[in-house]
């Protein structure tokens, strides 16, 4: 299980947290404050969608008929989670370069939690429709990956160079994994190689 990665990061990025301060001695503290806390505010609005992510993916990956409202229930605050973390960064508006690296660290590791989520659904393609479940889950997928690429949009903006451009890249990589499980529910035949297919699922790094 690759979660405990997703909560090295976060322990790491807050560890990073006080150099923000360290790192402009002349800036009053009152000036400090607000960009430290914004920063552990974003922070946490990834993580707690991250978490929501692996929930979602641990619900799919052990799925059974009788836990189907499960994962709606999962899906809902997996899509309601990044709501709640875009509407946080715009609020926020741009970084500094300390807390861009803290911020860009986590979305390493939340690129593998998504990831794993995404092959769950598409492992688990015959099951789910069998329990009538196929369409809720194309819905649930585009909404998904429509919103997952929102908020990667908003990070590049926010963020500094290349730490905003890097997290948009790894988006691409998670996008490539919605658009292959959308089109096979979709029961789409994408044509891709065997090698094409082993980037889509295979790479984690």
Same mark, same amino acid.
């Given at each position: 299980?690759?979660?405990? *990665? ?26 400090? &404050?607000?960009?430290? &806390? ?15 992510? %692996? ?7 052990? %799925?059974?008929? $009788? ?12 899509? &309601? ?13 741009? %970084? ?6 803290? *911020?860009?660290?986590?979305? +390493? ?8 989520? +995404? ?6 393609? !015959? ?8 369409? !809720?889950?194309?819905?649930?997928? $585009? ?40 089109? $096979?529910?979709?029961?789409? *035949? ?13 790479? $984690?790094?």
């Amino acid at each position: 299980m690759r979660f405990p *990665i997703l909560t090295l990061a976060l322990l790491s990025a807050f560890l990073t947290l006080p150099s923000i301060t360290l790192a402009h001695p002349a800036l009053s503290t009152e000036h400090l &404050q607000p960009r430290g &806390q914004s920063t552990l505010t974003f922070l946490s609005s990834i993580f707690n969608n991250g978490m929501r992510i %692996f929930r979602l993916d641990k619900t799919v990956r052990y %799925f059974t008929p $009788e836990r189907l409202d499960d994962v709606k229930t999962r899906s809902s605050e997996a899509l &309601q989670s990044l709501d709640e973390a875009i509407a946080t960064g715009k609020s926020i508006g741009h %970084f500094d370069p300390a807390s861009s690296h803290a *911020i860009a660290a986590l979305c +390493i590791p939340l690129k593998v939690v998504y990831g794993n989520m +995404i092959k769950s659904i598409h492992d688990k393609r !015959e099951e789910l429709t069998a329990a009538k479940y196929k369409d !809720e889950m194309i819905k649930t997928l $585009e909404a998904l990956r429509v919103k997952s690429r929102e908020l990667a949009e908003l990070v590049k903006k926010i963020l500094t160079e290349p730490d905003g451009s890097y997290c948009l890249y790894l988006e691409d990589f998670v996008d490539k994994r919605y658009a292959k499980t959308i089109d $096979e529910y979709k029961g789409i *035949i994408s044509g891709d190689s065997d090698d094409v297919e082993g980037d889509i699922w295979n790479v $984690e790094d």
